[in-house]
C-alpha cells in the first residue's frame, strides 16, 4: 500500500460516506428521526449537515493515515490490526449518539447507521479493494 493510494482511498471513502450520511441525514430530518428540538451538547445547536459532512470526511482520511502506517510498521498483518482497530472505533462510536440528552431512539439509530456507513466505506476503499486492484 502506497502513501498516494492510501491518501486517495481515504478521500474516496469520506466522499462516499458524506453522500450517503448525508441522504440519510435528509432522510431523517425529514421523517423527523433527526429532530431540530434536539440540542447537540457540544455544539449548542441542532443537528445540520455541516458536522455530518466533516464527520464523515476528516476521521476516514486519518483512518486512511493510520492505515498506511500500520501497514508500513507490519507489512503481514498491518491491514488486519487496521481492520480489528477500525472495527473497535466503531463499537466504540455507537455509544457517542447515548450521550446526547433527549435523543429519541430513532435520532440515535440513524446516527449509529451513519457510524457504520462510514466505517463500512473507510474498510471497503481500503481493505476489500484493496485486494482486488493492488
Known sequence: MTFSFSLKSGATAGVVAATLNGILFFIGSSLNWIP???????ANAPMTIFPVIFASIVPLLIGSLL???LHRLSNRYGIIIFQVIAILFLLLSFGSP??????????IIVLNLMHTVAAVSLLY???IRTKSTV
Open 98 to 107: 447515548l450521550s446526547i440528552p433527549d435523543a429519541p431512539m430513532s435520532m
Open 67 to 69: 492505515a498506511f502506517g
Open 125 to 127: 476503499f481500503l481493505t
Open 36 to 42: 431540530s428540538t434536539v440540542i447537540i451538547p457540544n
